[in-house]
Every structure is written in C-alpha cells, then in structure tokens.
C-alpha cells in the first residue's frame, strides 16, 4: 500500500533512446509533481499537474513530457536521452500547495 | 522569486551532539515551510511543517519554529543518533505562483559513534 510508487526504480539507456517513467498515487490527492535530484542533491521542479491540468512547466526541455491520464497518475515520457538528463526523477503527490508533498523512492537514470 | 538558503554541509557530528542546520526563505506571500529528510537511496519524507508565524513544528526529537521576524526556519535536535545521518532539505510552499514546493540546496548530516 505504498502511497507513491514509481516504476522503474533504475533506468540505465543509451543516448538518442526514449524512455518513460510511470507514477502512481493513491492517496486522493488533487496534485502531482516531477522534480529532477542531481549529483550534489538539488531538488528542482519539473513539473505540476492539479487535477490532470498542467499548472507549472518550469523550463524544461521540450524532449520531456509528462503526461496525466488521470489524477492519480503522472507519467514522464523523455525523448532522445541525452548524457546531462542522468540523475534522480522524483515524483510527489500533495494534496494543495500548502501541504506537505509525499514522495515516491525515486527512479535513478543514467545516460551511458 | 522565492527561495530557500540553506546552511551547507556536509555535518559532522558526533552522537548526542545538539544540531542546527539553518534554514532562512524569501517569500512574497505567506508561506508553509517544511522539513524534509532523505535516507541514503530513498525518497524524502516529511520530517516536520509549521503552516505559520510562531508556530513550532517538532518530530521525532526535531524541532523546527517559523520566525516571521528573522525569515527562518531553523532545524534543531538536542541529541543526535548515528540514524539520523541522512540529507535535510528545507522548502516552502506558496498560495500564489502555482502548486509547488521550493527547496533548499540540501544539507548532509553525518553522525559518528
């Protein structure tokens, strides 16, 4: 009964390949968040769906695209992988802004 | 914008040591702030939250009291355990500006026997 799975939780692919990475939550909650951890730890937004809308694009390469069949869910599709995207993709759940944001166990991706 | 400063690490502490790791935010509105913590290869998890001024969040032997005044948010712990090194992140979130929670650079805490 994890709150916020994510899958997979390694991804290791070659430059130029596709690959997604899929999130679930199950705790009703309205929003969904991507951040990317890199090497020294800094957490930065991706982006933010609220009820499968999208509420925050935070310049991010157009190669990425998430996309939210349903609010439970929030997946990140990433085209033509390049050996900067390697690093941690976390997705969160929260239910508003002010709240506190749970967080899946991350999926680390490494570009070879 | 809004942001977060944390002091840097890593920490070094040894056990039963008291800890503070400071944390200050510039903010236009009125914000919540957290504390996150990050074990070794997991996610974060919550650790505390205060959701306005004065207010003192605690966990776990952490403490944590939102200065309205000082603009900080610092992390504190009277005695500190070897299961306790882990990453702390210190973040806020915004009524305006979208649904988002904004971090700190993160600070690494080791305790030693």
């Known amino acids: 009964d994890t709150a916020v799975s994510q899958t997979p939780k390694y991804l290791v692919t070659q430059m130029g390949n596709d690959k997604s990475i899929k999130c679930e939550q199950n705790?009703?909650?309205?929003?969904m968040y991507w951040y990317k951890q890199d090497s020294k730890k800094f957490l930065k937004i991706m982006f933010s769906?609220?009820?499968?809308?999208?509420?925050i694009n935070e310049t991010v390469p157009n190669r990425f695209s998430p996309k939210s069949p349903d609010k439970a869910h929030l997946n990140l599709h990433i085209n033509s992988l390049e050996l900067g995207d390697s690093a941690v993709y976390f997705c969160?759940?929260?239910?508003?802004?002010?709240?506190?944001?749970?967080f899946g166990q991350g999926t680390r991706l490494t570009v070879v | 914008g809004d942001s977060v400063t944390q002091m840097e690490g890593p920490v070094t502490l040894s056990e039963e040591a008291f800890l503070t790791i400071n944390c200050t935010y510039t903010?236009?509105?009125?914000?919540?702030l957290f504390w996150y913590v990050q074990y070794p290869g997991e996610g974060l998890q919550l650790l505390l939250k205060?959701?306005?001024?004065?207010d003192k969040g605690s966990n776990k032997g952490f403490e944590a009291t939102y200065r309205k005044e000082t603009t900080s948010f610092h992390l504190e712990k009277g005695s500190v355990q070897v299961s306790d090194s882990a990453v702390y992140f210190c973040?806020?979130?915004?009524?305006?500006?979208?649904?988002?929670?904004?971090f700190g650079t993160g600070t690494q805490l080791k305790v030693e026997l």
């Open positions: 969160a759940s929260s239910q508003d802004r002010l709240t506190e944001a749970f």
């Open positions: 705790l009703g909650h309205d929003t």
């Open positions: 769906y609220n009820n499968k809308e999208l509420i």
């Open positions: 903010a236009t509105g009125y914000p919540s």
């Open positions: 205060a959701t306005k001024a004065d």
């Open positions: 973040a806020l979130g915004l009524t305006g500006g979208g649904n988002k929670l904004t």
